[in-house]
């Protein structure tokens, strides 16, 4: 069976971890997150796979090739073009990218799934096909209920009894919404879906396609299920996604690593004095990463794999990612740290290079830069640091 994962998007909400890794490549806990759609789709039977891709387009293709150690078979649509000898990704719009593909080869002949390239999920993709059949539908939405107040983050579907889409309401405000079924991204298409979307011009499935199907009273359909749906299109969602992990919410992702101490999950070679270090779990640390005494580690927290945290130094409910080196005597409480980049829970960034606080966050490949002490005072008063705060990052 066919599938097409959409992956072209540049995750501008996912800022900065997207300047240098594409959305459907963040990784929960050591793994891509469109690794576990693709072991979705093959546990279901969809081992042929068609990707769109753009932003950082070699990034996603050298990772899954072409899908064998995977178990199924994966082929790529670039959406962009060469200048200089560099891809430049030009996206066509989730609609666009279907239609690019089918236009160079029909490739899709059947009953075919689409599914976001941002998002966890453990939806049972049998029961919804078989449901899209039995209804004769051309187009079906995937749907999954929230409570009232949390409307107003998502798409809202509007169907009459039978299930058949009337209409969408994008955000709407809690007193106007006339639905709590919500659109996750999931879609099951008959292949006729393709003549509603012209070829050559950038066309989106939700803004476009979806009001255009009910525009002309397609048999196009939603279908409410119960399952896990985790999105991360956002960083305050990637936040509650590993917390959700660690804190074991998210029963279809496994902590990775061996579980030193009840709570505690560490990769291979972690060097760690345990017995003059405090590490209070959920706690992950990766491999190769050196924690020197007298650090603490509150959860729940991940650590990726080659960190260095200096002596003194504090991470408290906080994501640390791969080759950061937190300074002696820092304290991280609610931070996502991201090469040069320190970002609280709600997305506010500082770039601790152009503000020259190196000594805070630096990469732990190379030796840590040196501060005078009024250096290293005059940085603390510009972050708003005093002896035993944490760090307070500005808008």
Same mark, same amino acid.
């Given at each position: 069976?066919?599938?097409?994962?959409?992956?072209?998007?540049?995750?501008?909400?996912?800022?900065?971890?997207?300047? =240098?890794?594409?959305?459907?490549?963040?990784?929960?806990?050591?793994?891509?997150?469109?690794?576990?759609?693709?072991?979705?789709?093959?546990?279901?039977?969809?081992?042929?796979?068609?990707?769109?891709?753009?932003?950082?387009?070699?990034?996603?293709?050298?990772?899954?090739?072409?899908?064998?150690?995977?178990?199924?078979?994966?082929?790529?649509?670039?959406?962009?073009?060469?200048?200089?000898?560099?891809?430049? #990704?030009?996206?066509?719009?989730?609609?666009? #990218?279907?239609?690019?593909?089918?236009?160079?080869?029909?490739?899709?002949?059947?009953?075919?799934?689409?599914?976001?390239?941002?998002?966890?999920?453990?939806?049972?993709?049998?029961?919804?096909?078989?449901?899209?059949?039995?209804?004769?539908?051309?187009?079906?939405?995937?749907?999954?209920?929230?409570?009232?107040?949390?409307?107003?983050?998502?798409?809202?579907?509007? =169907?009459?009894?039978?299930?058949?889409?009337?209409?969408?309401?994008?955000?709407?405000?809690?007193?106007?919404?006339?639905? =709590?079924?919500?659109?996750?991204?999931?879609?099951?298409?008959?292949?006729?879906?393709?003549?509603?979307?012209?070829?050559?011009?950038?066309?989106?499935?939700?803004?476009?396609?979806?009001?255009?199907?009910?525009?002309?009273?397609?048999?196009?359909?939603?279908?409410?299920?119960?399952?896990?749906?985790?999105?991360?299109?956002?960083?305050?969602?990637?936040?509650?996604?590993?917390?959700?992990?660690?804190?074991?919410?998210?029963?279809?992702?496994?902590?990775?690593?061996?579980?030193?101490?009840?709570?505690?999950?560490?990769?291979?070679?972690?060097?760690?004095?345990?017995?003059?270090?405090?590490? =209070?779990?959920?706690?992950?640390?990766?491999?190769?990463?050196?924690?020197?005494?007298?650090?603490?580690?509150? #959860?729940?927290?991940?650590?990726?794999?080659?960190?260095?945290?200096?002596?003194?130094?504090?991470?408290?409910?906080?994501?640390?990612?791969?080759? $950061?080196?937190?300074?002696?005597?820092?304290?991280?409480?609610?931070?996502?740290?991201?090469?040069?980049?320190?970002?609280?829970?709600?997305?506010?960034?500082?770039?601790?290079?152009?503000?020259?606080?190196?000594?805070?966050?630096?990469?732990?490949?190379?030796?840590?830069? $040196?501060?005078?002490?009024?250096?290293?005072?005059?940085?603390?008063?510009?972050?708003?640091?005093?002896?035993?705060?944490?760090?307070?990052?500005?808008?």
């Amino acid at each position: 069976m066919k599938a097409m994962i959409l992956a072209a998007g540049k995750g501008t909400r996912v800022r900065p971890i997207t300047y =240098t890794t594409p959305k459907p490549m963040i990784s929960i806990l050591q793994k891509p997150v469109m690794e576990f759609l693709v072991e979705l789709l093959r546990q279901h039977g969809f081992d042929q796979i068609m990707v769109n891709v753009s932003h950082l387009a070699y990034e996603i293709e050298s990772y899954f090739r072409d899908g064998q150690k995977f178990g199924v078979e994966i082929a790529y649509s670039f959406e962009g073009k060469i200048v200089d000898g560099n891809l430049i #990704g030009e996206a066509v719009g989730s609609a666009g #990218g279907m239609k690019r593909i089918q236009d160079f080869s029909p490739f899709f002949d059947d009953t075919f799934v689409v599914l976001c390239g941002d998002a966890l999920i453990d939806l049972d993709l049998t029961e919804a096909v078989k449901w899209h059949r039995s209804k004769g539908s051309i187009a079906t939405i995937i749907t999954k209920t929230v409570p009232l107040e949390e409307v107003s983050s998502y798409g809202v579907v509007v =169907t009459d009894d039978e299930g058949r889409v009337k209409a969408f309401q994008e955000k709407p405000a809690v007193e106007e919404a006339l639905s =709590t079924n919500i659109n996750t991204g999931i879609y099951i298409f008959e292949p006729e879906i393709l003549n509603y979307i012209p070829s050559g011009v950038e066309y989106d499935i939700g803004s476009q396609l979806f009001p255009k199907l009910v525009e002309v009273g397609a048999p196009f359909f939603a279908k409410p299920m119960e399952f896990e749906w985790v999105d991360i299109g956002k960083v305050p969602d990637y936040w509650r996604a590993i917390r959700g992990v660690l804190l074991g919410e998210i029963k279809n992702v496994q902590i990775p690593g061996r579980e030193v101490f009840p709570g505690i999950y560490t990769g291979l070679n972690v060097a760690v004095n345990w017995d003059k270090v405090d590490i =209070t779990g959920p706690v992950y640390i990766g491999g190769m990463t050196k924690i020197e005494d007298g650090a603490k580690i509150v #959860g729940p927290a991940m650590i990726a794999p080659n960190c260095w945290i200096c002596s003194g130094a504090t991470v408290e409910n906080s994501i640390i990612f791969e080759w $950061s080196r937190l300074g002696a005597g820092v304290r991280l409480v609610d931070k996502l740290v991201f090469g040069r980049y320190c970002i609280d829970k709600t997305g506010a960034t500082i770039d601790v290079q152009e503000a020259a606080l190196d000594w805070l966050i630096t990469d732990a490949r190379q030796a840590p830069p $040196s501060q005078t002490p009024l250096e290293h005072q005059a940085i603390a008063e510009l972050l708003e640091i005093n002896a035993g705060d944490e760090l307070k990052v500005k808008n």
